[in-house]
Structure formats: structure tokens, C-alpha cells
Nanobody, 128 residues
Framework: QVQLVESGGGSVQAGGSLNLSCTAS????????MGWFRQAPGKEREGVAMSERGGSSFYADSVKGRFTISQDNAKNTVHLQMNSLEPEDTAVYYC??????????????????????WGQGTQVTVSS
């Protein structure tokens, strides 16, 4: 079992920046991939960005060029730097750890493996 502890989030005006961090309780194959999903009110949960330990990163089309994901493997921590935030980015952001991740061309979405762990979620609110 992998425990995930999130920090960051909050409220910002459009065009502003926020940084999210998530630390895993251990480094195992269960959290080979770490990253973020989000869920806005009335919408389905969607992948935002995922990063493979020592490998590739994957981004949702809507955040490419604005968000950057990075991993600190020594600290089992993943960061999401969010720049040029838009009101449409308002959502609860969940840290995710899984055995696999990628970008689905058919679904045009960031996806995670079936063995997935979730953080408690942190609110990001962007006002216009």
C-alpha cells in the first residue's frame, strides 16, 4: 500500500501560477508512475500529467505548454508547476501513483495503470 500526501493548491487569478507537490510513502513498483488527475464540478475525472520514474512524461492536451511535471526520485516526490492558469483549470487535483501510465491516442487522454493509488485531493480555484 502506498500513501500519498499532497500539498499546494489554493486560489489564484487567471494568468497566475501554482505548484502542487505529492510525496509517496515508499518507492516501489506500485508507484513507478506518479502524477495528477483532476475533477471539476459536474465533469468526469481526467488525467492532467503523469511521469514515469526515470522515463517519459505525459500531458493532457489542455495543459501542454502551461504545466510541467517533475519527479524527485530521492524524495519519492512529484511536482506539478502550473503556469498561465485559466478558470477552466478550476478543479480538485488528485495525486496518483500507479504501476503504469501513458497517453491514449484513441481517447486523447492521459491514463494510468489499473493498480492505482489516490491522494485525498487538493482544491485549485482560478478566478477570471
Amino acid at each position: 500500500q502506498v500513501q500519498l500526501v499532497e500539498s499546494g493548491g489554493g486560489s489564484v487569478q487567471a494568468g497566475g501560477s501554482l505548484n502542487l507537490s505529492c510525496t509517496a510513502s515508499a518507492s516501489t513498483y506500485s508507484n513507478r508512475c506518479m502524477g495528477w488527475f483532476r475533477q471539476a464540478p459536474g465533469k468526469e475525472r481526467e488525467g492532467v500529467a503523469m511521469s514515469e520514474r526515470g522515463g517519459s512524461s505525459f500531458y493532457a492536451d489542455s495543459v501542454k505548454g502551461r504545466f510541467t511535471i517533475s519527479q524527485d526520485n530521492a524524495k519519492n516526490t512529484v511536482h506539478l508547476q502550473m503556469n498561465s492558469l485559466e478558470p477552466e483549470d478550476t478543479a480538485v487535483y488528485y495525486c496518483v501513483a500507479s504501476t503504469g501510465c501513458g497517453y491514449s491516442m484513441t481517447r486523447r487522454a492521459v491514463v494510468s495503470g489499473s493498480a492505482t493509488y489516490w491522494g485525498q485531493g487538493t482544491q485549485v480555484t482560478v478566478s477570471s
